[in-house]
C-alpha cells in the first residue's frame, strides 16, 4: 500500500482520503508568517486577572481581616467621648449589613498588637455587634503624622467636638516640638482664627467642657461664656442647655454680663443675675413683652432723670435686647409707626387701657426730659 502523502488523512468512517486544509495541519507544520515571532507565556501572566472587571484594578496588600480581640485603640487618640445613640445606631447598621469600610491601623511588634488609627467607632460598634473579626488596612504611620491624621479626619468630617480638638491641637503643638500656632493651624489645614476659637473652648470650667463634648452645648453657644468670670460661665453654661437657649440670644447675654457693672462672686447670685436677663430677653406672649417694656422704660426715666446708676443697667438691657445705637432716622420711624398706631385711638380708648396709658406717659415723662421741656 502506497504511502499517504504527509498532507492527507483516511476518514476511519467512509475509508476515504483527504487533504487537509491549513487550518488541520499540527501546530509544528503550521507554515511561520515571516517577521511574527510565536507568542510566549510569563508565570506572571498565568496569574493575571483578564476579566473585564478587574481592568484598572490593583489589589492591595496591606487589606486583611483581624481578629477584634487584637486591634486596640489609640490611647493618643483625639476624641475622648462617643455619642451613645448614634454608636447604637452603628451597632444595628453593622449587624445588618456588616463594616462596610475598613477600619486603619497600624502594627505595634513590642506588643504584638494593631493600634487603631482611624475608625474606632467602627470597632467599638463591631464589637457590640458581637463580630469577631472586622476587615482593616494595615499602615505604617509615623508617629506626628498619625495625630495630624486623625484630626484632619475628624475636622474634615466635623466628627469631633471642640474640647477634644483644643486637646488634640496642643499635643499636636509638642509633637511639633513647640511650633508656631500658625504652623499647627497650617499643618492641619484651618485658619488661625479657627484653631483660636477651639483652644478657647479649652480654657471654660469642666461643667462646660462637659456639656461640649456630651454635645448638648455646641461650640457656638459657648462662644458666649468666654471672658467671663468663672461663676458666670457656669451659670450661664447651665442656663443654656437647660433652657435650650439659641446661640444669638446667649451672645447677647454674654455681651450684657462682659460690660456689666453689677457682677456678683456667688454661685447662687450668678445664676439669679443670668435667669433675669434670660426672662428680659425671650418674651413669649403679650404679658412678657409687656414686662420688658416696663423694665426699658424705666431704666430711660433713670437716665433721663440724671441717675448714673440707671444708666449702666440701661446699657446691660440694650445689649441683651440687641438694640441698635441711635440714629435720628431710626427714631423718626419710630415716632412714625407710634403716630400710626394711635391715629385710630381717642381718650376713651386710652383710659380703657390703664397700663397702656400709663406707659405712654413714662415715656411722654422722658421725651421731655430728654428735650428740655422739664
Do not use: C
Not at 23 to 36: H, I, L, N, S, V
Not at 289 to 310: F, M, N, P
Not at 339 to 366: E, G, K, N, T, V
Amino acid at each position: 500500500m502506497p504511502d499517504k502523502p504527509a498532507d492527507e488523512f483516511e476518514d476511519i468512517l467512509t475509508g476515504r482520503r483527504t487533504r487537509r486544509t491549513p487550518a488541520q495541519r499540527p501546530a509544528a507544520e503550521q507554515p511561520q508568517r515571516p517577521g511574527r515571532a510565536r507568542r510566549k507565556f510569563t508565570v506572571d501572566a498565568l496569574f493575571t486577572d483578564t476579566r473585564p472587571q478587574a481592568v484598572g484594578v490593583q489589589d492591595l496588600t496591606e487589606a486583611k481581616t483581624i481578629a477584634l480581640d487584637r486591634i486596640e485603640p489609640d490611647p493618643d487618640q483625639p476624641r475622648r467621648s462617643f455619642d451613645e445613640a448614634r454608636l447604637d445606631e452603628l451597632t444595628d447598621s453593622i449587624r445588618k449589613e456588616g463594616v462596610l469600610q475598613p477600619i486603619v491601623v497600624r502594627y505595634d511588634g513590642e506588643r504584638d498588637r494593631y493600634v487603631i488609627i482611624h475608625g474606632e467607632r467602627r470597632f467599638r460598634a463591631s464589637r457590640q455587634a458581637g463580630l469577631e473579626a472586622i476587615p482593616a488596612l494595615v499602615r505604617d504611620v509615623p508617629e506626628h503624622r498619625r495625630l495630624i491624621q486623625q484630626l484632619m479626619e475628624n475636622i474634615v468630617r466635623d466628627d469631633l467636638n471642640a474640647v477634644d480638638r483644643a486637646r488634640a491641637l496642643r499635643l499636636l503643638k509638642e509633637q511639633m516640638d513647640d511650633a508656631p500656632w500658625e504652623d499647627v493651624a497650617a499643618e492641619v489645614g484651618i485658619r488661625r482664627s479657627r484653631l483660636f476659637q477651639l483652644l478657647d473652648t479649652g480654657k471654660l470650667p469642666e461643667p462646660a467642657q462637659e456639656h461640649i463634648r456630651a454635645g448638648t452645648l455646641s461650640e457656638k453657644q459657648s462662644r458666649a461664656l468666654q471672658g467671663l468670670p468663672e461663676v458666670y460661665q457656669k451659670a450661664l453654661g447651665d442656663a443654656i442647655v437647660e433652657r435650650a437657649i439659641p446661640s444669638q440670644v446667649a451672645t447677647r447675654i454674654g455681651r450684657a454680663l462682659r460690660q456689666s457693672g453689677r457682677l456678683v462672686t456667688t454661685d447662687e447670685g450668678a445664676r439669679d443675675h443670668v435667669a433675669e436677663l434670660l426672662d428680659l430677653a425671650i418674651v413669649a406672649g403679650e404679658d412678657a413683652r409687656a414686662a420688658q417694656t416696663d423694665r426699658l422704660l424705666e431704666s430711660l426715666g433713670k437716665v433721663a432723670a440724671g441717675d448714673d446708676a440707671g444708666r449702666e443697667a440701661l446699657a446691660e438691657i440694650a445689649a441683651v435686647l440687641g438694640t441698635p445705637k441711635y440714629t435720628p432716622s431710626r427714631v423718626t420711624r419710630s415716632v412714625g409707626e407710634l403716630a400710626q398706631a394711635l391715629s385710630h385711638a381717642d381718650r376713651s380708648d386710652l383710659d380703657a387701657d390703664p397700663a397702656l396709658r400709663d406707659r405712654l406717659r413714662a415715656l411722654a415723662a422722658i421725651l421731655d426730659r430728654l428735650t428740655g421741656s422739664q
